[in-house]
């Protein structure tokens, strides 16, 4: 069992960056592979980018690649997003999750962060 809490999120123009960050609170997740989702207002959750225990895997939503980048520190055990370019259709809250599938379907991630807010204004 793992526990998992988002930081990083905010308001911020567009143009700008944030990076957000997904640590374990207990337990650890270095043998997970860890996905980024998030929905806006009305909308579906929607994938976003996810990396596999290794690193050797990162995998990218289209809407986002090119502009994101995933990565983890095992050691510290956390796991980052880190956004350039945001655009206003980027607002949404973000999650993060565990599981022991890389994917980009969040059926398949057994846990679940509380999600951080990101806003970008137009």
């Known amino acids: 069992q793992v526990q998992l809490a988002e930081s990083g999120g905010g308001l911020v123009q567009t143009g700008g960056s944030l990076r957000l960050s997904c640590g374990a609170t207990?337990?650890?997740?270095?043998?997970?592979?860890i996905g980024w989702f998030r929905q806006a207002p009305g909308k579906e959750r929607e994938f976003v980018a996810a990396?596999?225990?290794?690193?050797?895997?990162?995998p990218y939503a289209d809407s986002v690649r090119g502009r994101f980048t995933i990565s983890r520190d095992n050691a510290k055990n956390m796991v980052y997003l880190q956004m350039n370019s945001l655009k206003p259709e980027d607002t949404g809250v973000y999650y993060c999750?565990?599981?022991?599938?890389?994917?980009?379907?969040?059926?398949?991630?057994?846990?679940w962060g509380q999600g951080t807010q990101v806003t970008v204004s137009s």
């Open positions: 999750n565990a599981g022991y599938q890389l994917s980009d379907n969040y059926y398949t991630y057994d846990f």
């Open positions: 207990s337990g650890s997740f270095n043998s997970y592979a």
């Open positions: 990396i596999n225990w290794s690193s050797r895997d990162m």
